[in-house]
T-cell receptor, first 112, second 114 residues
């Protein structure tokens, strides 16, 4: 049973526009959520996180929104840059003893 | 800076070979993890460890074993490699379980089993 889902395998956006990546989860006991970015042939790098007690967290061009009633989170990248082209994974944790549950990933392509 | 290193970036092995993947972290983290990444399936947890000599099965432990003799080192062992174990293997580490357990990843090992 997939507890964390990213339903869009890919997303293409024009440079300078907003990128919105989505993630849904089923377990209401998750305490926090994270987004990771992964370039080909590299390990994922941590991007931004949000606690379940918040609904928004911002870090520069990256903002994560959490809608607990809908069990949905999204990552907004504004403005998008070609260097943002990568696979983005959302992850959830907090009731898993240190484990994170990852989504399938969304490949973002930002075109110049 | 947190540093997680993996012994090889690319490996090619034959079916039936025993394969060792090594991971070392330099941040004195208690937790260490092994994942595999396959297209469309995301990151799936194979095994993890909370402390030296401790190990716990993840979601897909079949065909794998692990060893953690020292805090900084976590090894993944494929006892008898098979073609369906061709994948990207990722090691990660984090501080002891608690709030916002950010995991830090190594660069990955691309394993091909022929």
């Amino acid at each position: 049973d997939q507890q964390v889902k990213q339903n869009s395998p890919s997303l293409s956006v024009q440079e300078g526009r907003i990128s919105i990546l989505n993630c849904d989860y089923t377990n209401s006991m998750f305490d926090y959520f994270l987004w990771y970015k992964k370039y080909p042939a590299e390990g994922p790098t941590f991007l931004i996180s949000i606690s379940s007690i918040k609904d928004k967290n911002e870090d520069g061009r990256f903002t994560v929104f959490l809608n607990k009633s809908a069990k949905h989170l999204s990552l907004h990248i504004v403005p998008s840059q070609p260097g943002d082209s990568a696979v983005y994974f959302c992850a959830a944790g907090g009731n898993q003893g240190g484990k994170l549950i990852f989504g399938q990933g969304t490949e973002l392509s930002v075109k110049p | 800076d947190v540093k997680v290193t993996q012994s090889s970036r690319y490996l090619v092995k034959r079916t039936g070979e025993k394969v060792f993947l090594e991971c070392v972290q330099d941040m004195d983290h208690e937790n260490m993890f092994w994942y595999r990444q396959d297209p469309g399936l995301g990151l799936r947890l194979i095994y993890f460890s909370y402390d030296v000599k401790m190990k716990e099965k993840g979601d897909i432990p079949e065909g794998y074993s692990v060893s953690r003799e020292k805090k900084e080192r976590f090894s993944l062992i494929l006892e008898s490699a098979s073609t369906n174990q061709t994948s990207m293997y990722l090691c990660a580490s984090s501080f002891m379980a608690g709030f916002a357990d950010t995991q830090y990843f190594g660069p990955g090992t691309r394993l091909t089993v022929l």
